[in-house]
Structures are given as C-alpha cells and as structure tokens.
C-alpha cells in the first residue's frame, strides 16, 4: 500500500490502522536506519545511532500516527517521519552521552534540524566543531533523505516557514539545555525571555517544554499533501500545536522521567512545578487547551487521536508508576475519559508483547 490516500476514519479503526499497518513500516525503516548506522566508521558514533534507535523507536512509532492523515501517500510520510526523528534521537545523543558541553558544536550539529526541512539547501558540515566526525555519511543521508521525501508535497511551501521556526526552537533548546550545570539554566531563561509576552498563559519552563516536541513539524509535514492548503491554514496548525499539543507531548515525557533524571541530574522541565498538584494540574491544562482546540482544525479526529494516543503511552511506561507520579497518573487516567482508557489498555498490551 506504498500510495495509499487514507480517507478519515473514526478513532477506532484509526487506531487499528496505526497498530497493523503503520507500525510494520516504522519497523522496517527503522531496521534500515539501523543498517545505515552499523557502517560509521568511528566506534563512538556507531554507538550512539545504534542506541537512539533501540532506546528511542517509540518517538517514531508515536510520531507517525501522522501518516494517517487525510490524503497522506503513508509510505512517504512514515520515510520522512522516521528520518527526521531518529536524525533528532541521534542529535539528542550527541549532545548528551558524550562528554562534550560545547555550545558551537551543539548548535553547529543542530543545523540538521532546520536544513533537513529546506529542499534547495546543501547540507552544512555538521561535525565542524565536534570533536567526533566519521559517521560514514549517516547524518547527512538523514538530512537529504527528508529534502526528498519534501520536494515531492504539492503544498510544501506554504509551511516551511512554521516547520523551520519550530526546528529554529528545538534546536536553540538542544543546545542551551545540555550545557553545564552552572550556565544552562541562564542561557535557556534569556533565550525564552523575549518570547513570554506572546505567551502569557505558560511558565518558561513550559515554553521550553513546547519547543522540544517534533509533532508539529509532522503535522505540517501531512497537511502540506493537501494541493489545496493554504497559508492561513498552516499558521493555524503552528499555534494550536505549539506551544499546547508540543508542550503536553514533552511535559509527559519528563513527568515520566522525574525521578530518573533527579537521580542523574539532567534538567526536567516538570520538576519545577512545587508539588504533584501543580503538575496535575498545568497538565491538564494542556490536556483541556491541546483537545479544545482540535476543534479549530482540519479533521479534529486525527489530531484529537494523537493527544489521547500521547496520554496513552506516556501514562502505560512502566515509569508512571513510580511512586511519586503515580498518584498524578491515577487522576490523570481517571479525568481523560473512556477512549484514553482504552487506548492506554492497549498500549499496556503492547507494552508486554514488545511492540511498543
């Protein structure tokens, strides 16, 4: 089904798609990437794209709910959705396990985020100021591999400029926030500062949050195969996507990941909140704002399927059970309605079967 145009469809069967259908093709690039990434010719970064992608397959399983969009070619989207997170996962792995706290090589390597998202740029050298640089070519063949997979959406242009601000963020986040302990809190603070006023309904520690998420990058990525998009319309998926949808997807994923980045000092944006009431309640926060409004966009079904799919498999990790959070996911679990709780028993299952 390399051409499928996929008609919308109810959550349920949307969900049986994305389990039968799209997990097979994340498998299958993933097992490719893989292969890519087994010939790097330095030891070091063979390691490291090797383990992004063992440890962090669940990012492309979760992303690519997106290629169950509306007249998405689902093969496509899948190709570049896969490639553009795992060349994320690997960069996030870089700038975290090996002992380089460089801000010009981090933002350096991060101009793969952005030039991955413009077809007529030639890619930079990426490795120019880090201190490892034979990859075999896996970086760029991710980059170019989403130039491609981009050149061939009708509507494309409509939406680069909303893709690269948001790659513009993610990008100045990866590199302030794995610099030392004594600077990283300030450069990200004076970073985010101008950006406040637009925002006054979330923390700075929010807005990081937000900047961290790929979603909106995909979701753009799928509406721009509409021939009949228009800018107004990308603009609408950039606002309601960011910071509410982005900022809920990362939110889960450091209040999973609480204690274990205490115990490992790693920044977590959820550990600023003062107590577990705060933290259940600026998620559902985002809960209520990222569901509401799904109403103001094109086929609210996919998007409001990805909000709940979030809750479902954040909330089903073994580590929402840990025994300072579990009483927020309790509540969380109990106020997200009958769909998530079933999207979140299936996920469960998943779980114990290895296919998440």
């Known amino acids: 089904m390399n051409a499928a145009v996929v008609k919308p469809m109810n959550r349920v069967r949307l969900i049986y798609q994305f389990v039968v259908h799209v997990f097979p093709l994340v498998k299958q690039e993933l097992?490719?990437?893989?292969?890519i990434a087994s010939q790097s010719p330095d030891l070091r970064l063979r390691q490291q794209a090797s383990e992004s992608i063992r440890a962090k397959a669940f990012h492309c399983q979760g992303g690519s709910i997106y290629a169950l969009y509306p007249g998405v070619n689902r093969a496509e989207a899948v190709r570049f959705i896969v490639a553009y997170q795992t060349m994320s996962d690997y960069l996030d792995n870089l700038v975290d396990s090996l002992e380089v706290q460089d801000e010009l090589?981090?933002?350096?390597?991060?101009?793969?985020?952005?030039?991955?998202l413009c077809p007529k740029v030639t890619p930079s050298d990426y490795?120019?100021?880090?201190?490892?640089r034979e990859d075999g070519g896996y970086l760029e063949q991710l980059v170019t591999t989403c130039q491609e997979s981009l050149k061939k959406l009708p509507s494309y242009k409509l939406v680069q400029e909303e893709a690269v601000q948001l790659a513009k963020l993610y990008s100045h986040l990866?590199?302030?926030?794995?610099l030392t302990v004594e600077e990283r809190e300030a450069k990200m603070l004076n970073w985010i500062a101008p950006y406040l006023t637009d925002y006054p309904e979330i923390t700075a520690w929010e807005f990081a949050a937000a900047t961290g998420s790929t979603l909106g990058i995909f979701?753009?990525?799928?509406?721009?195969?509409?021939?009949?998009?228009?800018?107004?319309?990308?603009?609408?998926?950039?606002?309601?996507?960011f910071p509410w949808i982005c900022g809920l997807h990362i939110l889960l994923d450091y209040f999973i990941d609480l204690r274990e980045d205490r115990e490992t000092k790693q920044l977590n944006f959820v550990a600023y909140y003062h107590n577990s009431e705060?933290?259940?309640?600026?998620l559902c926060l985002f809960v209520k704002n990222s569901l509401e409004k799904t109403h103001q966009l094109e086929h609210p079904k996919v998007h409001q399927a990805a909000v709940e799919?979030?809750?479902?498999?954040?909330?089903?990790?073994?580590?929402?059970?840990?025994?300072?959070?579990?009483?927020?996911t309790k509540k969380l679990l109990a106020e997200s309605g009958w769909r998530v709780i079933l999207l979140y028993r299936l996920c469960c299952q998943l779980?114990?079967?290895?296919?998440l």
């Open 31 to 35: 097992l490719e990437w893989q292969r």
């Open 105 to 116: 090589a981090f933002s350096q390597l991060h101009l793969a985020m952005s030039e991955a």
């Open 127 to 132: 490795y120019l100021y880090y201190p490892y």
């Open 174 to 178: 990866q590199t302030y926030k794995h």
């Open 219 to 241: 979701c753009l990525y799928a509406a721009a195969f509409n021939p009949q998009l228009t800018e107004s319309q990308g603009q609408k998926i950039r606002q309601i996507y």
């Open 278 to 282: 705060v933290i259940y309640e600026r």
């Open 309 to 328: 799919g979030l809750l479902a498999m954040y909330l089903s990790d073994e580590k929402s059970k840990d025994g300072d959070i579990w009483a927020v």
């Open 351 to 355: 779980r114990k079967v290895k296919v």
